[in-house]
């Protein structure tokens, strides 16, 4: 059920920021008290793609995790110059009422393969689970077959197909890019017996048990997404336990991820860019968090970009649940999120320009050369950071 703000039983707190027609605005402290400031003219500035494009040599691209999830690097870059500590120390960088708010979504193993009836080879990235045993899902072939064929998926020793999908058409509409199949039974349940990790694109190898633990989040709770809340892979329940004996609280978002998380921008003009729609939700007992943190003037750390994504539609739209394409890029206004942990994204993408519109694009820029010169690990199981909201635009850092 899509709800808004006027019906969650939350009140206006005085003195701490004000809701405005169901939305947050602003934070207790203002945020120039906790970071550097965004170059004078970033909101004015005409943004284009090469702006977030930098050199980045191929052997930081992370192939495997840490050989300990909280054995990553963090990046401690909230001011400058920023500190290189080990992401078992974050709990030490919080304070008792701060608020912690992850990504619960649970990757699928989304991947499989088949054939169309005359032989050839074909791979599904499985998008979205619908009802009645539908999807929508990517389709890599040499052909597209027509509406009504029947794929045979996952074929067996004997050459049996383990199931089938009947193509039904384009999705969303009948020039969509993605298709919607029908699986001969339960989706989740086929794609656990037969589906593979959806691994990203620049990790080369094939999934391997160890991709199935460690490509997984310890509190993934509810199934959809087909790429990880990957900041959210450093947290162990080491951490975990270290931030309840600091007082630091913790809530839950839903966001599943989709295969968009990785389209490039096309074009030069971001303005023109069209951002992927991922479905979210937000529980109640979230919002209550949210408030409790508010009142007690702590701060909201949301943990990697689609929690970011999620809050901040919210804040926009007064909706708990629904679809979001908030594309957040330099001069957006952010009403609910203080600071955030986040990994060290691809050149040229929309999460390189989320992370520039929440900290200041100098600073995000000097962060990556620091990173680079430094060795840290990039993309999906690379390192992480820790950042906070850049300030009033054209004010001195504190």
Not at 326 to 341: K, N, Q, S
Request: with cysteine; charged share 20%; net charge positive.
């Amino acid at each position: 059920m899509v709800m808004g703000m006027q019906d969650t039983g939350l009140t206006r707190p005085r003195g701490v920021g004000q809701y405005r027609f169901g939305t947050w605005r602003g934070p207790v402290r203002p945020s120039c008290e906790m970071t550097i400031s965004p170059p004078c003219g970033a909101s004015a500035r005409i943004w284009t793609t090469s702006d977030f494009d930098f050199p980045l040599p191929a052997e930081l691209i992370a192939q495997h995790p840490a050989p300990e999830r909280s054995a990553a690097r963090l990046l401690d870059a909230r001011h400058w110059p920023p500190t290189d500590r080990i992401f078992r120390d974050l709990p030490d960088l919080l304070e008792p009422n701060d608020l912690l708010v992850f990504n619960d979504t649970q990757v699928i193993k989304a991947r499989l393969y088949g054939e169309k009836p005359t032989g050839g080879r074909l791979e599904l990235l499985v998008e979205r689970v619908l009802v009645n045993g539908e999807v929508v899902a990517h389709m890599k072939v040499s052909k597209k077959p027509a509406p009504g064929t029947v794929l045979r998926m996952a074929p067996q020793m004997d050459g049996q197909p383990a199931f089938t999908a009947t193509l039904l058409g384009r999705w969303p509409a009948s020039d969509g890019p993605l298709f919607r199949l029908r699986f001969s039974d339960d989706p989740y349940a086929l794609m656990a017996r037969h589906g593979h990790v959806p691994l990203p694109p620049y990790i080369t190898h094939p999934d391997t048990p160890e991709d199935e633990q460690r490509y997984q989040t310890v509190f993934a709770k509810n199934p959809g997404a087909v790429a990880a809340p990957t900041a959210a892979l450093h947290f162990d329940e080491a951490v975990l336990s270290a931030l309840d004996t600091r007082g630091v609280q913790r809530a839950r978002i839903t966001l599943h991820v989709g295969a968009g998380t990785f389209q490039p921008v096309k074009g030069e003009d971001i303005r023109s860019h069209r951002m992927h729609r991922e479905h979210y939700h937000i529980p109640p007992e979230t919002l209550a968090a949210l408030e409790r943190t508010r009142r007690a003037g702590g701060r909201v750390l949301a943990v990697g970009t689609t929690t970011v994504r999620t809050l901040e539609s919210w804040a926009r739209s007064g909706a708990v649940e629904g679809d979001t394409d908030l594309f957040i890029t330099p001069g957006f206004d952010f009403r609910v999120v203080d600071l955030m942990v986040t990994n060290f994204h691809l050149p040229r993408s929309t999460l390189l320009m989320l992370v520039s519109a929440f900290a200041g694009y100098e600073h995000i820029m000097a962060l990556y050369r620091h990173a680079i010169e430094r060795r840290y690990r990039f993309f999906s199981y690379g390192d992480a950071m820790l950042l906070a909201r850049a300030g009033t635009p054209c004010t001195p850092a504190a």
